[in-house]
């Protein structure tokens, strides 16, 4: 089988495979397609996706969610690991290998749930030496953004020394691998967990303590609690994070990334200006290209994680609807990996 060379007028077509969301009687229906490569936007690279990874924002696109997508049929999929087939950037080639996760892609642009991708240039990133397609998609967008978070948080000097640090969402794909990467470069890690049913997992992934989310999903305990952490990542955000910023040392750094539990956030001013707190806030989809580059480099390197596979479940595409439904309804536990033959 041939792959069509989009630019020749005489262009042949050739059919793949696809999850492809539609909206049907005010439903949106997740079906397994076969699709032309028409069907993919002008974008000036053709990628073949080896492996893609579910995400919370895949499953809000696949659930019609039109702060995510604004039109259907769609093929979601915020992320993609794969090989350039055709291309006309002058910063890649044939064959290879390449990395592609957020801007655009999977939200309104068909994304990595399908055998096949067009983007642009400027969303790829070339896959790291001494780092497989395969663990690329162990982190995908959820790992990428725990590096983001770590990354914040060491370049404002945070270190094993200065004390405790705590995970938020910890079972979830972003706590999970913030969890190991914190234990990786030798940090005291307390993992925050509605979960205390996967406690074991999570002291045997790393975690010297594991406390109960409810012990701080209530209402603000006190503007300036006792300081405990000095430093996290939060993936949930609402009343634990209001809770969390109050309990924090002199100098800490808090980086925020995830809204699960309620958007709203009722603080108090006092850590800010009486312990120095910083709070960042991680937005993995429009981070700068040259940024995401460092931070997959570091995967491939100081922060690699030999143990990446461990808690992730491969699947395939004709399992991708059934998995849609456990991570809308709070079931699943670790990283998804789509796998394409």
């Known amino acids: 089988m041939t792959i069509s060379i989009w630019f020749n007028k005489k262009k042949k077509t050739m059919k793949y495979r696809a ?39 895949d499953a809000l696109s696949a659930s019609g969610n039109k702060g995510v997508t604004r039109k259907y049929p769609h093929t979601p999929g915020i992320d993609a690991a794969g090989i350039i087939e055709e291309t006309k950037s002058k910063k890649f080639k044939k064959g290879d290998e390449v990395i592609v996760t957020g801007y655009d892609m999977g939200m309104n642009t068909a994304g990595g749930f399908g055998e096949f991708i067009k983007v642009p240039e400027e969303w790829i990133i070339k896959k790291p030496n001494n780092f497989s397609l395969s663990e690329s998609m ?81 209402d603000l305990l006190s503007p300036l609690q006792k300081p405990i952490y000095s430093g996290g990542i939060d993936a949930v955000g609402g009343k634990i994070l209001s809770n969390l910023i109050c309990s924090t040392s002199q100098r800490a750094a808090i980086a925020c990334c995830g ?22 806030g991680i937005d993995s989809a429009e981070s700068l290209l040259q940024v995401k580059d460092e931070v997959w480099n570091n995967f491939s390197s100081d922060w690699k994680l030999e143990n990446i596979d461990r808690n992730i479940k491969d699947i395939s595409l004709d399992d991708l609807p059934i998995e849609i439904d456990k991570i809308l309804e709070g079931k699943q536990i670790g990283r998804v990996r789509v796998v394409y033959d």
């Open 19 to 57: 999850l492809v969301t539609t909206e049907e009687n005010k439903k949106f229906v997740n079906s397994i397609q076969e699709k032309e490569l028409d069907f993919l936007p002008d974008h000036n690279s053709l990628i073949k996706v080896k492996y893609s990874s579910l995400n919370y924002k």
């Open 138 to 218: 162990a982190f995908g967008t959820a790992g990428l953004t725990a590096g983001l978070c770590l990354r914040k948080l060491l370049q404002h000097g945070l270190k094993p020394a200065d004390g405790k640090v705590f995970v938020t969402g910890v079972t979830g794909g972003v706590g999970i691998i913030s969890l190991m990467l914190f234990n990786k470069l030798g940090f005291e890690v307390t993992a925050i967990t509605g979960k205390m049913n996967e406690k074991d997992l999570l002291m045997d992934l790393g975690a010297d303590e594991v406390i109960d989310r409810n012990e701080l999903d209530v």
């Open 259 to 280: 809204m699960v539990g309620g958007l709203s956030l009722d603080t108090s001013i006092f850590p800010f200006i009486l312990r120095g707190l910083s709070l960042f």
